[in-house]
């Protein structure tokens, strides 16, 4: 069974740091390409960070570019992102997915089949 599980939010004040984790199971992640997405309360689904099965390659949302970073542990069949000078208006429900085929868009949440159930970020003082 193909599942994939985030962890790693919680409660950071404006500043900090939090590295969320997306582990899979059912398939190995280094045959797929993942990205990261999140949502706000009231708001659509925004992509954050998309990595490449292909060659590692990153790209990332303007809003996140030189604060997040997105990594693969392929032994531990894991991807993480790391966010850091965290801000309020990053608070949301991030998610990540999966999917084999190399997405027209990464940060388009409509080019992946598979999605983990989500990880609460919450950036407050």
């Known amino acids: 069974q193909v599942q994939l599980v985030e962890s790693g939010g919680g409660l950071v004040q404006p500043g900090g740091s939090l590295r969320l984790s997306c582990v899979a199971s059912g398939f190995t992640l280094d045959a797929y390409y993942i990205g990261w997405f999140r949502q706000a309360p009231g708001k659509e689904r925004e992509g954050v960070s998309f990595?490449?099965?292909?060659?590692?390659?990153?790209e990332f949302a303007d809003s996140v570019k030189g604060r997040f970073t997105v990594s693969r542990d392929n032994a531990k069949n894991t991807v993480y992102l790391q966010m850091d000078s965290l801000k309020p208006e990053d608070s949301a429900i991030y998610y990540c997915a999966a999917d084999q085929w190399e997405p027209v868009s990464g940060l388009s949440p409509y080019d992946y089949t598979f999605w983990g159930q989500g990880t609460q970020v919450t950036v407050s003082s």
């Open positions: 990595i490449s099965r292909r060659d590692g390659a990153t």
